[in-house]
């Protein structure tokens, strides 16, 4: 990824780029590979970049802009650094290109906020100005929506929970049935809408405190609380009826449960006591489960293996991640491992590594897959293992990176190879019919 | 707390513009609300930048000319809890910003150092050593934060709950209006 460095000089920068920067929720901006300008006093200036799925900031320290590749990610920053990244501000978000050909339509122009804290007691009277233009009219535009409710509704996280479900539908041992399998998987991702929607709802004060969450909808006051309930009610009630009566009544009520357990009992426990990780991780569990019985209409030893499997991925997903949190969840009231009982947080983390290796190993047993899912995974498995390992020993933020870095592409990756392994049909029903076939032959020698 | 002295005046004079209140209070007496005034003919709530010390953001309620009593107490319920959010917040932050350089400080005397470095630069404990802070901060705010957490729940539910009653009966006001329009064509 490399993005070439603009001139710094002001007359080049009067109006001169587009920099395509923010990518809200699932709304993707075109991006455009190289971009040509002309300077005002005539000169070419190029520059280009790749804008896959990261944020470009521009930032201005005493007039001079720079770009950061990397997104400042908040979670990681140490909290006493403080004397550079405070008077550093996040000015620009679109900067529209003024060239004879390509002129940009008044809408975008109207986009251009300057989203900096002014902090800045130096110079009052433009910082108060500045302060007055954040102010918004609290009204919802119809063309922001789409991107409010798919991040009301976590979408992203919604599509990870949707995927798991597949995954378990598709291990399932019956033949693949697609109008089950799409309705199991639009039923889930409903569901999960809902569940995260009201979540949200719940934490509004919470989520303002908190770097990582504090340009939540609700907290924006993009959207109110009535929209945001109605919002979550028409998400779960039919999603749950599109399990119940589309799938079977097994795959609804563990939907129904699940909303239950995140919003009532995970949301509020995450400041109350540190066993809402556990609970968490059940609901991270449940997903899968919910694919296989959608599948088979039954609750069998195989669905229970991969709710085990993603039970266990949850613990070092979520230890690691916060690990760097700490601050932020003491400050807002959050009881999490990390915080009050941090040996125990990296212990747990490195008991569920392990257990995973253990847990791809009955898959064969319970004839989900074949021998080769086990030999096959373990280097994987022994990797997280081994920065699992790491993190219980270091404790400190680069192992805790590392760890869930990991865990983001280990979890898919599993998943794949699983699936690759599955044990076929034809082979079950092979031995299946060899079996019944001597027991048939047998009978007919008994009749005259 | 409240910030309606303006509004007050506009409405006692008859005034036709827009009426405004707003509980909101940086605390300490230091102002008496957001110095930002709505546009006159705007009828909507206004949202302001995340408040420096609470970190939430206040809103500038929108007082319509033909308040009912409903819509008035759905209205002063949530200035109410703007406000108490607001001041929970601000003393939470502002004690969580003091113990922590009391922390610091006391650490740092420990080592004999002292808590600027030559270029003047605060020096900074590592993460693993604020820790412990960490961890004894939230031990001694968890019954305040349990409390807040009970009382938190209970306003949200009975403003989103008023919420959509006001927004029933706006509907079937604004339906009715509709059939007698319709009636009368």
């Given at each position: 990824m490399s993005a070439a460095r603009c001139c710094g000089s002001p007359q080049a920068l009067a109006g001169i780029f587009v920099w395509h920067l923010k990518k809200t929720g699932i709304r993707q901006v075109p991006c455009q590979f190289v971009h040509l300008c002309r300077a005002p006093d005539g000169r070419l200036i190029t520059f280009q970049y790749f804008n896959f799925l990261r944020r470009m900031y521009v930032t201005q320290y005493n007039k001079d802009l720079s770009q950061r590749v990397?997104?400042?990610s908040d979670s990681v920053?140490?909290?006493?650094?403080?004397s550079q990244l405070d008077q550093e501000r996040k000015v620009i978000h679109k900067i529209t290109p003024v060239s004879p050909v390509h002129h940009p339509p008044l809408s975008e122009l109207r986009?251009?906020?300057?989203?900096?804290?002014?902090?800045?007691?130096?110079?009052?009277p433009t910082a108060e100005s500045k302060e007055e233009r954040q102010w918004r009219e609290m009204k919802l535009r119809l063309d922001d929506l789409p991107g409010i409710l798919a991040r009301l509704s976590k979408i992203k996280l919604t599509a990870l929970v949707v995927s798991t479900a597949s995954a378990g539908f598709a291990m399932a041992p019956v033949p693949f049935d697609l109008p089950c399998f799409l309705l199991a998987s639009l039923g889930t991702g409903l569901a999960s809408c809902a569940a995260n929607s009201i979540n949200q709802f719940f934490e509004v004060p919470f989520d303002s405190n908190m770097n990582r969450t504090k340009n939540r909808p609700l907290v924006r006051g993009q959207i109110s609380p009535l929209l945001a309930v109605c919002f979550a009610a028409s998400c779960g009630v039919p999603g749950i009826a599109l399990l119940t009566m589309g799938v079977n009544p097994l795959t609804g009520a563990l939907g129904a449960f699940n909303i239950f357990l995140y919003t009532c009992c995970y949301t509020p426990m995450k400041r109350m006591s540190i066993a809402n990780t556990w609970v968490g991780a059940v609901v991270g569990a449940i997903p899968p489960v919910m694919g296989w019985t959608a599948a088979t209409g039954s609750l069998d030893a195989g669905a229970l293996l991969l709710g085990g499997i993603l039970y266990s991925w949850q613990f070092p997903h979520f230890n690691a991640l916060s690990w760097g949190l700490r601050e932020d969840y003491s400050r807002g009231g959050y009881c999490m491992m990390s915080v009050t009982h941090p040996e125990l947080c990296r212990r747990v983390a490195l008991r569920h590594c392990v257990a995973l290796i253990g847990l791809c190993t009955v898959a064969p047993i319970l004839d989900?897959?074949?021998?080769t899912f086990p030999i096959i995974s373990l280097p994987l498995n022994l990797y997280i293992s081994y920065l699992g390992f790491r993190f219980y020993r270091d404790a400190d933020r680069s192992s805790s990176r590392k760890l869930f870095f990991c865990s983001l592409w280990h979890l898919p990756l599993l998943l794949l190879v699983m699936f690759s392994c599955k044990k076929s049909l034809l082979e079950k029903e092979e031995k299946g019919d060899a079996l019944s076939g001597s027991h048939g032959r047998a009978v007919e020698i008994r009749l005259p | 707390m409240a910030a309606v002295g303006a509004a007050r005046a506009l409405r006692a004079g008859g005034c036709r513009y827009s009426r405004f209140s707003s509980s909101f209070s940086s605390g300490?007496?230091?102002?008496?609300?957001?110095r930002f005034r709505p546009p006159a003919g705007s009828r909507r709530d206004w949202i302001g930048p995340?408040?420096?010390?609470?970190n939430l953001r206040p809103v500038i309620f929108h007082v319509p000319p033909h308040e009912s009593p409903l819509e008035r107490r759905l209205r002063e319920l949530r200035e109410e809890t703007q406000a108490w959010n607001q001041s929970f917040w601000a003393r939470q932050n502002t004690a969580f910003q003091r113990e922590k350089e009391e922390f610091i400080y006391s650490r740092l005397k420990a080592r004999g150092l002292?808590?600027?470095?030559e270029t003047g630069q605060k020096v900074t404990l590592s993460a693993e050593e604020m820790a412990d802070f960490y961890k004894d901060f939230l031990r001694k705010n968890f019954r305040k934060h349990m409390r807040y957490n009970r009382d938190w729940y209970k306003r949200n539910f009975t403003i989103t709950f008023l919420m959509g009653q006001v927004a029933l009966v706006r509907a079937l006001r604004w339906l009715r209006w509709r059939s007698t329009n319709a009636g009368n064509q």
């Open positions: 990397k997104p400042k920053v140490s909290p006493f650094r403080e986009e251009i906020k300057p989203a900096a804290e002014t902090g800045d007691p130096a110079r009052p989900i897959t074949t021998w | 300490g007496g230091e102002r008496a609300g957001p995340p408040d420096k010390r609470s002292e808590a600027r470095d």
